[in-house]
């Protein structure tokens, strides 16, 4: 059993990180206060400790496994009410374009910008740049092809943002394929819909955005 005082520190830690801590971080936090070395096992069994604790008590939140890492989450039965409260304060919704470019990302990643227009059929130069902007993508390397194009892949925001470890958690193509066809879609739906209302975003164009005067409105009025 983990020493008491390492499981107020270890639920300390995991009350106080603003994105999933994972076993290695708790322990260098540990191993530097203590100054003695402190095993995996110890923090597991820590952790196992403080996930029952919350299971077992009348809590509103729990502690999820997400991302490689733990978090304190919200119980599934406040999702609603929750919702409604990041929906009031969200200033900003992704656009269906957007929404359209992180799926394509997300399941042809890595990917290029010449990747995503040939699904999409339009520039997404746009939709891009406001997921780089929103931190649910980044770009992960450049491509061994003809200019060496920069490739862009889902973030650890975006395994945040879903709950997921991995994208290996996300829908399989073999289920959502069907359901596209059904509606009469040419394209993937995005995993999620994180735009339940219209967004004032532009649609992409073959105008670049630093060339689209909404564009510039936009990002200057979040600056």
Wanted: proline share 5%; charged share 30%; glycine share 4%.
């Amino acid at each position: 059993m983990a020493d008491i005082n390492y499981i107020k520190q270890i639920e300390a830690l995991i009350f106080a990180s603003d994105q999933p801590i994972t076993t290695q971080e708790i322990i260098k936090c540990l191993e530097q206060i203590h100054k003695t070395g402190v095993s995996k096992a110890e923090v597991n069994n820590a952790i196992e400790g403080i996930a029952e604790k919350y299971r077992s008590g009348d809590f509103v939140f729990e502690l999820a496994n997400i991302a490689e890492g733990y978090q304190f989450l919200t119980r599934t039965e406040y999702f609603d009410v929750v919702g409604e409260l990041l929906k009031q304060r969200s200033s900003k919704k992704l656009s269906a374009a957007a929404l359209e470019t992180l799926a394509i990302i997300a399941y042809k990643q890595p990917a290029t910008k010449v990747d995503i227009e040939q699904v999409r059929g339009v520039n997404c130069d746009y939709s891009v740049n406001k997921l780089l902007e929103k931190d649910l993508i980044e770009m992960s390397g450049k491509s061994e092809g003809p200019g060496r194009p920069i490739l862009y892949s889902t973030s650890q925001f975006f395994l945040d943002y879903f709950g997921i470890n991995s994208v290996i958690d996300l829908p399989k193509l073999k289920d959502i394929e069907p359901l596209a066809e059904e509606n009469g879609e040419d394209s993937l739906p995005p995993p999620v819909d994180l735009s339940p209302e219209t967004s004032d975003e532009p649609s992409d164009t073959n105008v670049d955005a630093d060339e689209n005067p909404v564009a510039e409105e936009e990002i200057s009025d979040e600056e």
